[in-house]
């Protein structure tokens, strides 16, 4: 029976190398110089600092750039909101990975709602579709590509 499993994931190695490269930026460049602006990665989490809130929306707009180049979409990232005080502005950022409970159940109400012949069943972070047609996988691919469910979706494990 055909199947695929569906995913919201990115490569943890390329996130790294996006992150190292954006720290290599903010060192060079000029507007920089001197205020101590640095990402640091831990896990899934990136925190920006540097000096005001002007510079922390610079440094977010960099860390988009170098995310996007690496080829990871940038709808997993989750801005929390900026801490600034008297000399520092923070910022924490959540790279969202799998698909939480909540999610996978509106995504199955979706696709149930379609009237496919289809099964859906939720393992862990991730929704595996199964069928007896491959129309109707693909069916169901093009229907969560049309759905906006916030996080930004990969299909994988397609089996005949």
């Given at each position: 029976?055909?199947s ?51 510079q ?6 960099i ?13 997993c ?9 008297g ?5 924490n ?21 379609t ?5 859906v ?36 494990n397609?089996?005949?």
């Amino acid at each position: 029976m055909p199947s695929f499993d569906v995913v919201s994931d990115f490569d943890t190695h390329e996130a790294t190398n996006a992150v190292d490269q954006a720290n290599r930026e903010v060192t060079t460049r000029f507007d920089f110089k001197g205020t101590g602006s640095i990402y640091e990665l831990d896990g899934a989490q990136i925190l920006l600092s540097t000096q005001s809130d002007f510079q922390l929306k610079q440094m977010m707009d960099i860390l988009k750039q170098k995310i996007s180049k690496r080829g990871i979409d940038i709808g997993c990232l989750e801005a929390e909101n900026p801490e600034i005080t008297g000399a520092v502005a923070r910022q924490n950022i959540i790279m969202r990975k799998g698909i939480d409970i909540v999610l996978a159940k509106t995504l199955v109400k979706t696709i149930k709602s379609t009237k496919l012949k289809v099964q859906v069943s939720i393992q862990g972070d991730k929704l595996r579709v199964s069928g007896k047609k491959r129309d109707d996988l693909q069916a169901v691919i093009s229907l969560l590509k049309k759905t906006d469910c916030g996080l930004p979706l990969q299909y994988e494990n397609f089996r005949d």
